[in-house]
């Protein structure tokens, strides 16, 4: 007789587990609160829609926060992996000049969703729809209905506390709290931050890219690209930072940012150039000898004092380290991913709660970190397949 396995939260963890579990052992049923599965996937291609990040293991193991915490995942189940799946569904990618991977051919979210499903409903799944739960009745779940389920396994892929709209409202944070099972207060990462900086200044750059730089907090750097915006700054070189820099922030306290505007050069190398520039002035050297873009410039005249800014050395400097005050994050709800959760504490290798049996939790309802790029929904695919494994093997099952 096959055993029941009940999955709460349908997006893309429990779209990924439902792929690689075993039909032939289990029945399965995922049980998601909206009228549809994955709605925060569909709005990941708003802002570029990044399957995974196609860097090396070792490389994409380090990205993540706490770094050991997804490391058994991502090398079972890794970023090739995840092409190799798409591509045998039918959804070739191709690798963008950042190494991140997209879906070829313009192909939407939507489109992906529907064929992850297609072939989820042909192996058997099933979906409930429009069901929330609200906790667990002894060895029973509940929900909202009044219904309850006995099931032989539970995963729980409940999400994260970003963009609510999405059902990913983190209130089932209580229910866990209520059980003594430790968890943490979201808090936002990969998301907006606020910088002081004038109104004018934002003003006259919003919207403008700082391409090519690298940003650094504590003793974690990040190249990439930062983009001015109405409220800060946005971009993958600080999301990478957001778990440094998130709990000086919550403290209340600035953040200074050190951003190295010309990483190919040594600082002395910058200074040698503007020593030798022949340009008329300095902010012609900056533009035309180093190739700094407007906003660039502009940053730099906005901060420095006339005395730094006419100075080669210090003026070099500048360009290496230059320092942006950070002051507040966005909101929760406006970031794309949270920190916070389930405490990692709580479960095992295989995402076992330890104190309850048969109850499983992955992908971002656990409080692990990565920047964007495809990382988020790579880990969320691992822990998929790790644990889809992990029962498909397991002599109890
Ligand atoms: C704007 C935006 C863009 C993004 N772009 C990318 C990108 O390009 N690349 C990338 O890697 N990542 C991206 N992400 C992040 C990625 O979408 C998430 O990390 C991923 O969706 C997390 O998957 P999950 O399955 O853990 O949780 P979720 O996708 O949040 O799914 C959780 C599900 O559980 C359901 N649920 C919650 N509570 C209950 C309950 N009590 N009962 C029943 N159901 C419940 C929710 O309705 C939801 O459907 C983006 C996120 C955002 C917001």
Redesign the pocket.
Known sequence: MKKEIAV????????AFASFVDTSKFDVTI????KA?????L??????????HSENIEQLINRYTPVSFLDGALREFTNNDTRVWLENLGIPTFIGSSKRVYPEGGIKPIQVINVIIDKLKEKGINFVFN????GWNDNELT?DSEESIKADKIVF????G??KV????G??LNTFIDQNIETIPFAPANCAYKINLSKDFIQRNAGEPLKNIAASYGKRTQKGELVITEFGIEGNAVYALSSEIQPILDQGKSVYLEIDFKPIFTETEVFNRLEESTFKNSTETLKKGLKLSRVQVDLLKTILTKEQYTSNKKLAHWIKQFKLEVTDSATLDE???TTGGLCLGEIDSNYQLYKKESNYC????LDWNAP?????????FSMGALLANHLNTSSDS
Not at 37 to 41: A, M, N, Q
Not at 44 to 51: E, I, K, M, T
Not at 166 to 169: I, R
């Open positions: 709460i939260g349908g997006g893309p963890a429990a779209l049980y998601e609160k909206n599965l994955g709605r925060k996937f709005v990941a291609g708003d802002g570029g829609f990044n399957l995974t069901k929330t739960w609200t929900f892929c409940l999400g994260g970003s963009w999405t059902g990913s409202d209130a089932w970031a794309i991913s992955i992908g971002e309802m964007t790029g495809g990382y988020l929904l790579q880990a969320c």
